[in-house]
């Protein structure tokens, strides 16, 4: 089978389409033809080794997908061949086949197509947890959303206003915001342009917002905590910045607020129950065309490169997607 490679750790011109043998899942795996597979932040951090999975050398990053059940292990029961599916891979994806873990598949509800398939579980389900889990925000209060027009900020901005939150985006361009608008923010920040803190307090009336969306860290983290109201949560989701901040602790104490861990993964392994609910909220809400995915571009396998660099740089509105066979 065709499979985009990281050979050597490095930067996503260093990846190389080969020939590699088609894999076979374990007892507990499945194995997907692919047909799309969403592009990730982490996808630019593993090809690095700068991400938490380290995979042997050579593999294939991506870590999302979605596709055609080709073959199942003996303890799988949930779906099998031929039936069409979504699954988290964490790499792998960027090759005709890929293997899932069984309990990290899930069957495609019968009206979505491949793309929406392939690039929903990741963002979505960060956001909704995020938000629902994490922050327990409720209807009427503000939400601001930095890096609003990336993966999980889309979604995010998206799901704040499905639950009844004012939603503030905030992001680096006009054309970013235009987008951001269109799927439901009722304010916008754009924070290369406007002091973010001055910006918050005009929106807000000086009272500050009572969530905090922040996939990005470093020079914003800081206005944003000290932008909180009274109570805010302010939710730690990563450091697309490169850089984790350090906020004095006095900030937190001197709103009555919390500053919130958020890691998906672990919730959706620790968590099981609560994590499907929230993917049947979230696949309701699509078949209901209340929450959408913007796809900025689709790519051919043999430019999953490209995919990935255009998200380092900041290109991308929403998700880009890789097409397979
Ligand atoms: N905690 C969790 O469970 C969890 C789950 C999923 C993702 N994440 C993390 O969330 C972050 C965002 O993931 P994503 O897939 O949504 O990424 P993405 O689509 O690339 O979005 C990230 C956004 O960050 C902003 N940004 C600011 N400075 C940047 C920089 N130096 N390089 C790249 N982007 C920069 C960009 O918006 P502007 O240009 O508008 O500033 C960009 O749209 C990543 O750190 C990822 O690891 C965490």
């Given at each position: ?31 997907i033809k692919v047909k799309a597979c969403g592009i990730n932040f982490p996808d630019s951090l593993i ?222 392994q620790k968590q099981p129950k609560e994590s499907m609910q929230n993917f049947k909220q979230i696949l ?42």
């Amino acid at each position: 089978m065709k499979a985009l490679l990281c050979e050597n750790f490095g930067l996503p011109e260093t990846l190389n389409m080969a020939e590699v043998d088609k894999p076979s899942p374990n007892e507990n795996q499945i194995l997907i033809k692919v047909k799309a597979c969403g592009i990730n932040f982490p996808d630019s951090l593993i090809i690095q080794d700068k991400y938490q999975f380290k995979p042997r050398l050579p593999f294939a990053p991506g870590g999302e997908v979605s596709g055609v059940v080709d073959a199942v292990g003996k303890n799988v029961s949930h779906v099998k061949p031929g039936d069409k599916v979504f699954a988290l891979t964490i790499w792998g994806g960027l090759a005709e086949y890929a293997l899932a873990d069984s309990h990290k598949c899930l069957l495609m509800p019968e009206n979505m197509d491949f793309i929406t398939a392939a690039t929903t579980m990741y963002t979505c389900g960060t956001s909704l947890h995020a938000l629902k889990q994490r922050a327990q925000i409720k209807p009427g209060e503000t939400l601001l959303v930095l890096g609003a027009a990336g993966g999980v900020g889309l979604a995010a901005v998206q799901i704040g206003k499905l639950i009844g939150a004012k939603v503030i985006a905030a992001a680096s361009t006009d054309e970013k915001l235009e987008v951001c608008q269109k799927l439901g923010a009722d304010d916008t920040i754009n924070y290369t342009k406007s002091d973010l803190r001055t910006a918050i307090k005009e929106l807000t009336n000086e009272k500050g917002v009572d969530v905090v969306y922040d996939p990005i860290g470093d020079k914003y983290s800081e206005p944003a905590v000290r932008s909180l109201a009274w109570q805010g949560r302010y939710l730690v989701v990563g450091f697309a910045a490169g850089v984790p901040s350090a906020i004095k602790l006095n900030l937190p104490l001197l709103k009555g607020a919390s500053i919130v861990g958020v890691f998906w993964g672990a919730f959706a392994q620790k968590q099981p129950k609560e994590s499907m609910q929230n993917f049947k909220q979230i696949l309701g809400w699509i078949d209901e065309k209340k929450l959408q995915q913007n796809i900025h571009q689709v790519y051919s396998l043999k430019d999953g490169g490209q995919a990935i660099r255009d998200l380092m740089n900041r290109k991308v509105i929403g998700k880009n997607v890789v097409k397979i066979n």
